[in-house]
T-cell receptor
Framework: EAQVTQNPRYLITVTGKKLTVTCSQN?????MSWYRQDPGLGLRQIYY???????DKGDVPEGYKVSRKEKRNFPLILESPSPNQTSLYFC????????????FGEGSRLTVL | GQNIDQPTEMTATEGAIVQINCTYQ??????LFWYQQHAGEAPTFLSY????GLEEKGRFSSFLSRSKGYSYLLLKELQMKDSASYLC??????????FGGGTRLMVKP
């Protein structure tokens, strides 16, 4: 089954404790992206990747890092989480960066205390 | 900068037709997407428009006017399961997809 898998789905952590949200897709998509979704603000892009070893900042990259060492995986790293990073995070992938529909993971709800 | 506007909430009756508007101002344009998102779930793709005109797909249709920076999503024969948020997203001339805040549609019996 074609899918985008994120883990963990739910996480409560404390300020400053590094964490990684994993994302994996099995559709051989080149384009992958991370979004955060907050009430009243909609989906905002954090980082995206056009292909292996190619990553770029989105609208709200501060406080986040990403890597793309393999085509299928695109982890999101919060080196020192802060409460303002409490949000619902979605990973997504697409076969084409411009015209391709995005396939979203189920979301990861992160709470930073 | 990018600016995408949609109404925050709409209410409609089961069986009726509803039109959800989206206006945009972006630094470039490579197409406009509509996604549906049920509460607590991930967004799912509905439609993609890159040329002016109407694209029909079953009960859902999407319209685009590039000169006016305007799109709408038309939902016919509304069903209770259509209660969801509808997200308009524009792909600018680069590699970024910018989303509007979404329109929460409530379908009432």
């Amino acid at each position: 089954e074609a899918q985008v898998t994120q883990n963990p789905r739910y996480l409560i952590t404390v300020t400053g404790k590094k964490l990684t949200v994993t994302c994996s897709q099995n559709m051989n998509h080149e384009y992958m992206s991370w979004y955060r979704q907050d009430p009243g603000l909609g989906l905002r892009q954090i980082y995206y990747s056009m292909n292996v070893e190619v990553t770029d900042k989105g609208d709200v990259p501060e406080g986040y890092k990403v890597s793309r060492k393999e085509k299928r995986n695109f982890p999101l790293i919060l080196e020192s989480p802060s409460p303002n990073q409490t949000s619902l995070y979605f990973c997504a992938s697409s076969y084409h960066r411009v015209t391709g529909e995005l396939f979203f993971g189920e979301g990861s709800r992160l709470t930073v205390l | 900068g990018q600016n995408i506007d949609q109404p925050t909430e709409m209410t409609a009756t089961e069986g009726a037709i509803v039109q959800i508007n989206c206006t945009y101002q972006t630094s470039g344009f490579n197409g406009l997407f509509w996604y549906q998102q049920h509460a607590g779930e991930a967004p799912t793709f509905l439609s993609y428009n890159v040329l002016d005109g109407l694209e029909e797909k079953g009960r859902f249709s999407s319209f685009l006017s590039r000169s006016k920076g305007y799109s709408y999503l038309l939902l016919k024969e509304l069903q209770m399961k259509d209660s969801a948020s509808y997200l308009c997203a524009v792909n600018n001339a680069g590699n970024m997809l910018t989303f509007g805040g979404g329109t929460r549609l409530m379908v009432k019996p």
